[in-house]
């Protein structure tokens, strides 16, 4: 089976510009979530979302949205590009969402290299 | 709130040991360890759920003290592949808790 797959893996932005990026979760996962890595640091939560609902969002500006299609396939995008928001962004899927009674247990996709300039 | 991890890096010789430990000021529901490769995604470990288990994988174990907030990964006769960064992850307890809070992690080189 195919495991956590995102698109772009690279790309490069100037500063103002938009981005989309797209993430497709294990089959039969119906939670994603996004996170954001800065070289050097953990994961930081942006969204969580469940049966296309937002159910989660962490600290980050408006600039910063997703959604969620039917399919379980999930956008992140991001409006008016700053330095800042130069990182590794990370797609996780998992059966579960966080919260609830069980293991929730996130698998990432390799993630999408994004460089503003 | 993000969960301290220590130690941030450490060496080991193949087949020593080490421990990794993270602690939270929030009372929690789960610990979530996973490792990143350079360049990689994180890859999950183990997950520890309130009531103090110990969970093991391979020569990987870890414990978690639900009265202090405290998790621990054990990493024995530790092997080349063992090489990279360990985060803890922790899940709040309670209502609306949607996410993980991932530690700094701690860089973990094995050397021959």
């Known amino acids: 089976d195919a495991g956590v797959t995102q698109s772009p893996t690279h790309l490069i932005k100037t500063r103002g510009q938009h981005v989309t990026l797209r993430c497709s979760p294990i089959?039969?996962?119906?939670?994603v979530s996004w996170y954001q890595q800065v070289l050097g640091q953990g994961p930081q939560f942006i969204f969580q979302y469940y049966e296309k609902e937002e159910r989660g969002r962490g600290n980050f500006p408006d600039r910063f949205s997703a959604r969620q299609f039917p399919n379980y396939s999930s956008e992140l995008n991001v409006n008016a590009l700053l330095l800042g928001d130069s990182a590794l962004y990370l797609c996780a899927s998992s059966l579960r969402i966080a919260g609830s009674s069980g293991a929730n247990v996130l698998t990432f996709g390799a993630g999408s290299r994004l460089t503003v300039l | 709130q993000q969960p301290v991890q220590s130690p941030q890096a450490v060496i080991l010789r193949e087949g020593e040991d080490a421990v990794i430990n993270c602690s939270s000021s929030?009372?929690?529901?789960?610990v979530h360890w996973y490792r990143q490769k350079h360049g990689e995604a994180p890859v999950f470990l183990m997950i520890l759920l309130k009531g103090g288990e110990q969970k093991g994988h391979d020569k990987i174990s870890a414990s978690f003290n639900e009265k202090k907030q405290q998790s621990s990964l054990y990493l024995t006769a530790s092997q080349l592949s063992y090489s990279g960064t360990y985060f803890c992850g922790t899940e709040a307890s309670g209502a609306g808790s949607y996410q993980l809070t991932f530690g700094k992690g701690t860089k973990l080189s094995v050397i021959p």
């Open positions: 089959s039969g996962h119906k939670s």
């Open positions: 929030k009372a929690l529901y789960s």
